[in-house]
């Protein structure tokens, strides 16, 4: 929603650059997705070195 009012406020403003914004957007998202998958990759990556990590903490607990 902010987004959307930051949009307009831009287009009352400067419309061209707007335009320009909205043509582009679709091209930067698609610039920016093997990052956004690579984050997710990492993020997975580490998650699991957390789980090997904390294996034998849990282990060791038992059942409460």
Known sequence: MLSLLLFLILLSICWPLALLALCLYPLFWLLLLPFRLLGIAVDGVLELFRAVIMLPA???R???
């Open 58 to 60: 849990r282990l060791l």
């Open 62 to 64: 038992g059942k409460t």
